[in-house]
């Protein structure tokens, strides 16, 4: 540019460095997350839902469900918990009514949907509760 007057201008640098994977820690909680692929049949009227081993891929439109256990591993409980379960590309989030398992919500004090992730807000758990 030439003349007189201001020059604005943003610069971005995204850094990836190989190491080795970051080995787990035991800090009083552990979290394990199961991939199930979910069918849909009826039976004598009754809708079931058929779980299958997650294998690595999946169809487009076909059902994956996220189990995950949470466990409290102290001596203590845990307050004030945030964690997020970020999902693959493609994936989203698919609201349906609380059948089996509307349970969860008991130990929960807030849950956010988002694009890429799912926020869960606990208030205390406790070693004894389970998740």
Avoid at 23 to 31: F, M, S, T, Y
Avoid at 67 to 75: M, N, P, S
Wanted: proline share 2%.
């Amino acid at each position: 540019r030439t003349g007189q007057g201001a020059l604005y201008y943003t610069a971005l640098l995204d850094q990836w460095v190989r190491m080795n994977p970051i080995a787990a820690e035991d800090n009083g909680l552990k979290i394990t997350r199961d991939y199930y692929v979910v069918h849909e049949r009826l039976d004598n009227g009754q809708l079931v839902e058929d779980e299958l081993p997650f294998t690595g891929t999946v169809k487009a439109g076909e059902t994956v469900r996220v189990k995950l256990t949470l466990e409290v591993t102290r001596a203590g409980d845990v307050e004030h918990v945030n964690f997020e379960d970020r999902f693959p590309a493609g994936f989203e989030v698919v609201e349906r009514e609380r059948r089996a398992w509307g349970w969860w919500s008991y130990w929960r004090s807030a849950r956010e949907v988002h694009d890429d992730r799912v926020v869960f807000f606990a208030s205390q758990l406790n070693r004894f509760g389970g998740v």
